[in-house]
């Protein structure tokens, strides 16, 4: 049998060019040949839809959607897409109003073949709030040109305990559709990249394919949400071997035929970094789909900004790219020649607004209730939101997307201004650790500098005061953020912490009081592009609490 | 048999403050001549713990702390009270690593006597991510003093479909508990509030218990979480009347005598506006709970800060409540003498700080970027965020809590400055549309002047360019209020909104797409106190789609 994987890019709530773009894949797969064409999760209405699915508007205009597409593929050419079913028993049985489904549309009809057993709740996800989960996989299975197929969505396939070495849940769908008689297994996805993912998805399917001995069929998504960045890397997997190169951070249709032998293609997938790649498709999907085609950045001279205006190039162009170095009294005077450096490099405007002026404005402003009392945060936190205000002001008057630059060890423990330098529509980097940006700027640099060295290698400082310096007040960042990763991604004990990485016990303690106290900066935080399995939106802590370790 | 209802007011992570509590209440139980105490759901580790209960070290102190509440309550009264249990089979079996749980504590044992079954997923809740549900309630059953009392949590008591008209889940554990004996049902809650949830929930119980025709005893939670708040209105009901009065947003400890006749009380709830007592506890607890003694709040003239002001005052006193006017060459001459007003009211201090001085620095200082263009948006966008920075300077530097003064109109619509007038720890009044505040306003002067009669009844306006009325560009409130709440809190389709309405298909429409082109806004958006069923953070919606209704 040929089948079409079908790794496309949709947009929330776009019917219409969802719709598009499935007809245009499906007849191209049937001009190659193709007896099945397989396209990802929710592909009809966008992923994730998130409460748009309690929007009755939204789920007629779905329903239409399907109908019209299934009128529209060739009638000749099986489709398996992802959409949305109602549940006719939510209301006199109880339950979520809605599956996650499976059509097959063939013939000019629609019919729903299979719905999601195994819904996701942890970190960002959480379909139980919108989906019943669906109790008998088992009827999964559709015969489509003379095969028995197995249809899965998603988290339907990361179930097998001998993989992971545990249950997750209940159910084991694949498991059951194979039992039920499939003579090969297809899974719908919109699986987000984080680090690693691709590797482990693959070796997972890999797994799967070797244990129940028939191909495994694994279509995702690609392109970005707001946050949350798909991959694709789409996969046909038998015991023997694979039959295509997952094709990664691009729309991408391959045929595979699973009568052929497939073991001719190495299964490996891109080299790394794959931080870059995402968060290069994370810039350029915002910039996209908010209609804003430039970027601004505040310069100070440091590896954050540098790092983010360098991705933005990448994403929108050198010419789609704005700098502003704001220099103040205590900058240091490499901070502009590193920012004006950096703009050479990568061949970015780059305007310079000293706020001085504006710092004694302020103060003069602010006298009749600051009189009498010593310089310190406030004095402090009131430059960073000058910048902030500053850069605001350019991006309203000349339409761009203000990028934050904050990372995520200083978003952590809090060293960050809100309504100052944590202004911004997206933060591209506050998923990436301090010492992955410098890892990320140096690979950057490997054919040449486009991020000044000077930037990567000087001590990292806020220069919100005279001769500031990260380290004043933090452990160096080689021992901080594995500490910082273990406290936040992975909540592991203080105690154990401790003992696990020989920093002292009541350092860990204390990082962790930072963490907590600075919740409320993170609640406020702009849009942050997910790299980890834990990002910022993927936790949901209270913002405030009394729990202490120690 | 007499019964304690303990409604108690938990902190989130605070054990050692929750046991003592819980000791404290069940003392005084005893000595009131109590045979049984019950608490509210998760009162152990306060609720709601949301990502603590994926912390091995939260889950440790909470194992901990009921065991040394188990040992600390009096040994000889039965106590009921929310807590946390592993789910044994989570590992084997799949299914989510807890359960939501009911302890009963009684001669120095602890023992697990109830689970959750029915979690809700909907609005802000998300129990799924972290509890399993139990399937088998009809063993939520305990003899407690020769009765057989049924034990459920919450949610539990919220699936009956006679009184709904509907089911929500696919069980009815409180159907479950009385066919399976239960002389009495208990429910342990923690149900926070929003407007009229005290009277569905008290029709709710009466309905239950003539059902069934036994005694509900009905424990609730009382005080402020960030962004819930939790009003109590504990309740003990029978078939034939109530025996206590519900006390609402207050702590509580009340004995009732199920032997004994129940039809005394009047089933009534305490006199509106329960918004004011909601929102009063809110600012208090939150100002509690990160020890800011302290509001600061920025006076405009206008209705939105004044409320913000006077609910600040009865929440922390007019000694703790600072006001700053900053007035602007746009500002209406009524602008400073209505906030001088407000301020002379209330007794409260209130600065004044032109930003005059502030526009021209950093016209100034923009002028090489913005040279040839018209003044527009960013102009205007520039007045709010001085001003949010001279809040925050005085806030940071006198240690106050800023308070965001946005009322749920205009966030809904976007007429929100980000990083100027949104600035705030907190939004009060975010939750209120604008014709609430006018009500609650007016409320407020029932005795008397609180709120300038002029800040009342002056047309509204953002006074960030000459001569602008807030109805240049939207309908008047009355109009507007309705239409946004069935696009916001209900979902209703634009269609059927102008049908319901009479506005006009295309204005209705038209404030859909600023509802969705502002959902950056709310993003970053401070805390809300919740006062209807769907508030800021109960709607989880995509920071970017395309769906369009027309």
Same mark, same amino acid.
């Given at each position: 049998?040929?089948?079409?994987?079908?790794?496309?890019?949709?947009? +929330?709530?776009?019917?219409?060019?969802?719709?598009?773009?499935?007809?245009?894949?499906?007849?191209?797969?049937?001009?190659?040949?193709?007896?099945?064409?397989?396209?990802?999760?929710?592909?009809?209405?966008?992923?994730?839809?998130? /409460?748009?699915?309690?929007?009755?508007?939204?789920?007629?205009?779905?329903?239409?959607?399907?109908?019209?597409?299934?009128?529209?593929?060739?009638?000749?050419?099986?489709?398996?897409?992802?959409?949305?079913?109602?549940?006719?028993?939510?209301?006199?049985?109880?339950?979520?109003?809605?599956?996650?489904?499976?059509?097959?549309?063939?013939? !000019?009809?629609?019919?729903?073949?299979?719905?999601?057993?195994?819904?996701?709740?942890?970190?960002?996800?959480?379909?139980?709030?919108?989906?019943?989960?669906?109790?008998?996989?088992?009827?999964?299975?559709? #015969?489509?040109?003379?095969?028995?197929?197995?249809?899965?969505?998603?988290?339907?396939?990361?179930?097998?305990?001998?993989?992971?070495?545990?249950?997750?849940?209940?159910?084991?769908?694949? =498991?059951?559709?194979?039992?039920?008689?499939?003579?090969?297994?297809?899974?719908?996805?919109?699986?987000?990249?984080?680090?690693?993912?691709?590797?482990?998805?693959?070796?997972?399917?890999?797994?799967?394919?070797?244990?129940?001995?028939?191909?495994?069929?694994?279509?995702?998504?690609?392109?970005?949400?707001?946050?949350?960045?798909?991959?694709?890397?789409?996969? #046909?997997?038998?015991?023997?071997?694979?039959?295509?190169?997952?094709?990664?951070?691009?729309?991408?249709?391959?045929?595979?035929? &699973?009568?052929?032998?497939?073991?001719?293609?190495?299964?490996?997938?891109?080299?790394?970094?794959?931080?870059?790649?995402?968060? +290069?498709?994370?810039?350029?999907?915002?910039?996209?789909?908010? !209609?804003?085609?430039?970027?601004?950045?505040?310069?100070?001279?440091?590896?954050?900004?540098?790092?983010?205006?360098?991705?933005?190039?990448?994403?929108?162009?050198?010419?789609?790219?704005?700098?502003?170095?704001?220099?103040? %009294?205590?900058?240091?005077?490499?901070?502009?020649?590193?920012?004006?450096?950096? #703009? /050479?490099?990568?061949?970015?405007?780059?305007?310079? *607004?000293?706020?001085?002026?504006?710092?004694?404005?302020?103060?003069?402003?602010?006298?009749?209730?600051?009189?009498?009392?010593?310089?310190?945060?406030? =004095?402090?936190?009131?430059?960073?939101?000058?910048?902030?205000?500053?850069?605001?002001?350019?991006?309203?008057?000349?339409?761009?997307?203000?990028?934050?630059?904050?990372?995520?060890?200083?978003?952590?423990?809090?060293?960050?201004?809100?309504?100052?330098? &944590?202004?911004?529509?997206? %933060?591209?980097?506050?998923?990436?650790?301090?010492?992955?940006?410098?890892?990320?700027?140096?690979? *950057?640099?490997?054919?040449?500098?486009?991020?000044?060295?000077?930037?990567? =290698?000087?001590?990292?400082? #806020?220069?919100?005061?005279?001769?500031?310096?990260?380290? /004043?007040?933090?452990?160096?960042?080689?021992?901080?953020?594995?500490?910082?990763?273990?406290?936040?991604?992975?909540?592991?004990?203080?105690?154990?912490?401790?003992?696990?990485?020989?920093?002292?016990?009541? +350092?860990?303690?204390?990082?962790?009081?930072?963490?907590?106290?600075?919740?409320?900066?993170?609640?406020?935080?702009?849009?942050?592009?997910?790299?980890?399995?834990?990002?910022?939106?993927?936790?949901?802590?209270?913002?405030?609490?009394?729990?202490?370790?120690?």
């Amino acid at each position: 049998m040929k089948i079409a994987l079908c790794q496309i890019d949709t947009t +929330v709530g776009d019917f219409a060019g969802n719709v598009a773009k499935v007809v245009a894949f499906a007849a191209r797969a049937r001009s190659l040949g193709a007896e099945l064409a397989v396209f990802p999760e929710l592909a009809v209405c966008g992923y994730p839809p998130e /409460d748009l699915l309690t929007s009755r508007a939204f789920l007629a205009a779905h329903d239409h959607a399907l109908q019209e597409l299934g009128a529209a593929v060739p009638a000749d050419l099986p489709v398996l897409v992802g959409c949305v079913e109602r549940n006719p028993s939510a209301a006199q049985g109880g339950g979520r109003p809605l599956h996650n489904a499976v059509a097959l549309l063939h013939g !000019g009809e629609v019919r729903i073949v299979a719905r999601k057993s195994l819904l996701p709740t942890y970190d960002v996800f959480d379909e139980s709030r919108y989906f019943e989960p669906w109790q008998r996989p088992q009827e999964n299975v559709v #015969a489509i040109a003379g095969t028995r197929v197995g249809v899965v969505v998603c988290e339907d396939g990361w179930n097998d305990e001998r993989f992971f070495g545990e249950r997750h849940y209940a159910l084991d769908p694949v =498991e059951r559709v194979v039992a039920a008689g499939a003579q090969l297994v297809v899974n719908l996805s919109a699986s987000p990249w984080s680090l690693g993912k691709e590797t482990l998805r693959q070796r997972m399917v890999e797994a799967a394919a070797a244990r129940h001995g028939v191909p495994m069929i694994y279509v995702n998504l690609v392109g970005g949400d707001v946050e949350l960045q798909f991959d694709g890397g789409s996969l #046909a997997v038998k015991a023997t071997g694979v039959a295509c190169q997952p094709v990664l951070f691009a729309e991408a249709l391959q045929i595979v035929d &699973t009568d052929a032998p497939w073991n001719e293609v190495p299964p490996t997938c891109a080299a790394p970094p794959m931080h870059h790649a995402a968060i +290069v498709q994370g810039i350029r999907a915002y910039a996209e789909k908010f !209609g804003f085609p430039r970027a601004l950045i505040g310069l100070s001279g440091g590896i954050d900004s540098a790092l983010t205006a360098a991705l933005a190039v990448d994403a929108l162009g050198a010419a789609n790219v704005a700098g502003i170095a704001m220099p103040s %009294a205590h900058s240091s005077g490499h901070s502009v020649a590193d920012a004006l450096q950096l #703009a /050479d490099n990568l061949g970015i405007v780059c305007h310079q *607004l000293p706020i001085e002026p504006l710092r004694v404005a302020f103060e003069q402003a602010l006298a009749p209730v600051f009189a009498g009392t010593e310089p310190g945060l406030a =004095e402090e936190n009131l430059q960073a939101r000058i910048r902030g205000t500053l850069l605001m002001a350019y991006a309203n008057k000349h339409g761009h997307l203000l990028l934050t630059t904050g990372n995520k060890s200083e978003s952590a423990v809090g060293y960050c201004t809100l309504y100052g330098d &944590t202004n911004g529509a997206l %933060a591209p980097i506050a998923d990436l650790w301090k010492t992955e940006v410098w890892a990320l700027s140096r690979w *950057l640099n490997r054919d040449g500098e486009r991020i000044p060295w000077n930037s990567i =290698e000087k001590p990292p400082s #806020a220069e919100l005061r005279p001769d500031q310096l990260d380290t /004043d007040s933090l452990p160096p960042y080689p021992e901080l953020d594995p500490v910082l990763r273990l406290l936040v991604e992975e909540q592991v004990p203080v105690a154990e912490i401790a003992l696990r990485t020989g920093m002292a016990r009541e +350092v860990v303690a204390e990082l962790q009081r930072k963490v907590q106290a600075s919740e409320f900066k993170r609640y406020q935080y702009p849009p942050t592009l997910r790299v980890s399995e834990r990002c910022w939106s993927g936790r949901r802590m209270p913002v405030s609490h009394r729990f202490r370790e120690r």
